[in-house]
């Protein structure tokens, strides 16, 4: 009801599922430890965006857009999901890069490109240039006659972020009917919309639960993620129509400390956590986003942060293509030669 009036076009297979992580909670000494698995929300790969594009190319569609247009880097997740979005939905799609073309195509890159999106690198430059590129292209393709949609960096405005409210009202039916008291929720921050929608909702509800929120990207560092995060959520309560019963501020907690020389720069802790979630419960994640958010949780356990009598939930927000990016990383210990 809450969302009702928000124009959405159906992408993902929901409500993603919820379960109990019974042998990695016994690897990490916790046994309540949960994941929801927004890896499975079913559009190319899964991951959090297929969500945010539910109600962005719902706006695009509503108002009659035929080409959309994104930014990011070369192995973005937001562009991989725009682009199969946009294949499923019949409609032209432009991909931005701050990057310069590699030889060859792989991971997400790849998949953009079998997606049929139209890709632009425009070579290591600043985010405010590649952003004047976006909108240079828009421009060019409006006169040319056709009715561009312009997706900001990682879909994280207001509208977008919408889905994450949707997202964790799914959530908190689904604990509801299976009655399992979730007091804690870990999840990764990039361009900060996911973890916006999260805290709006735990704003509006008079939290229910401590919100860990792992940034995988450290621009402006921390006073200024943590305002980004909540300039989202009250632009979004605000169009919801909703007061808060706490402020956004007192409803999640922001770290920096794991996500170590830079995004994208994978992290000692983040693939020993990708390899104990791999082997203990068949779940991969990827080195740029959740590897860093699960070693934040199994850190913040070991630390009691988390407490082993609170049961606590890891929401998983995609990103398995970030392996294929750097296999190196995970390659077989081989025995020397002779
Ligand atoms: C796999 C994955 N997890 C988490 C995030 C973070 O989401 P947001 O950009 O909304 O903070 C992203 C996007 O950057 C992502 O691709």
């Known amino acids: 009801m809450l969302l009702a009036r928000f124009p959405r076009v159906s992408l993902c297979e929901l409500p993603t599922p919820v379960h109990l992580m019974p042998r990695f909670g016994a690897a990490v000494g916790h046994d309540k430890l949960y994941i929801k698995r927004d890896d499975l929300t079913g559009l190319a790969t899964g991951g959090n965006k297929a969500r945010k594009l539910e109600f962005l190319l719902g706006e695009a569609l509503e108002q009659g857009a035929d080409v959309i247009l994104t930014e990011s880097f070369a192995q973005s997740n937001h562009c991989r999901q725009t682009a199969a979005a946009c ?4 409609l032209d799609c432009v991909l931005v890069f ?8 792989q991971a997400n890159l790849l998949l953009d490109h079998l997606a049929g999106a139209r890709l632009v690198f425009a070579g290591e430059i600043s985010l405010k ?84 929120v792992v940034a995988v990207e450290g621009e402006g560092g921390l006073d200024h993620m943590r305002a980004e995060i909540i300039d989202i959520a009250d632009e979004l309560l605000r169009i919801l129509g909703r007061r808060p019963l706490v402020p956004v501020a007192d409803t999640f907690t922001l ?15 983040g693939i020993a956590a990708i390899r104990t979630l791999a082997s203990t419960e068949g779940i991969f994640l990827g080195p740029v986003h959740a590897g860093k958010g699960v070693a934040g949780l199994s850190d913040l356990v070991r630390r009691g942060s988390i407490p082993p009598s609170e049961a606590a939930l890891f929401w998983h927000t995609g990103g398995v293509t970030e392996l294929f990016v750097r296999p190196e990383l995970f390659q077989p210990e081989r025995r020397g030669q002779g």
């Open 87 to 90: 294949a499923r939905l019949g």
């Open 98 to 105: 701050a990057s310069v073309e590699p030889e060859m195509y």
């Open 129 to 212: 240039e590649r952003n004047r590129i976006l909108n240079q292209e828009a421009k060019q393709l409006e006169q040319a006659g056709r009715r561009p949609y312009v997706i900001p960096f990682g879909g994280s405005v207001p509208r977008g972020a919408l889905a994450y409210v949707d997202a964790t009202l799914e959530l908190m039916r689904q604990c509801d009917e299976r009655r399992i008291d979730v007091r804690h929720i870990v999840i990764c921050k990039g361009t900060g919309g996911t973890a916006a929608g999260v805290a709006a909702t735990s704003a509006m509800l008079g939290k229910l639960f401590e919100l860990h």
């Open 255 to 269: 770290y920096d400390n794991y996500l170590g020389a830079g995004y994208s720069i994978p992290t000692q802790e």
